[in-house]
């Protein structure tokens, strides 16, 4: 065998050895398989909770046509209302 071709299989040989360990590596040293929890999906931009479409309209590009509001958008507030007592839970 010339030197040439032991180099290869040499090479080879060490490729395969780097190989398993990484694939060991990431396998967590168990046999069956890691268990994956994945991360919950992140909760839904505060300004989709405002009304019908609100978070679209208000995500759109600032030269964009002006929108009309729909009857969902507009949340009527009255200031001469009486205000609702603030109850707070008691301890039995």
């Known amino acids: 065998m010339s030197t040439l071709a032991n180099l290869r299989t040499l ?3 060490a490729s395969v050895v780097a190989l ?10 168990g046999g069956g398989g890691g ?3 994945m991360p919950p999906p992140p909760p839904p931009p505060q300004e989709d909770f405002f009304g019908t479409a609100f978070g ?6 600032p030269n ?24 707070f839970p008691t301890s039995g």
Request: negative net charge.
């Open 11 to 13: 090479c080879a040989g």
């Open 20 to 29: 398993c360990a990484a694939l060991e590596a990431c396998s967590g040293g």
């Open 35 to 37: 268990s994956v929890t």
């Open 56 to 61: 679209v309209d208000f995500r759109a590009p």
């Open 64 to 87: 964009s046509n002006p929108v009309v509001p729909s009857p969902g958008d507009i949340i009527p507030v009255s200031l001469t209302t009486e205000p609702q007592p603030i109850v």
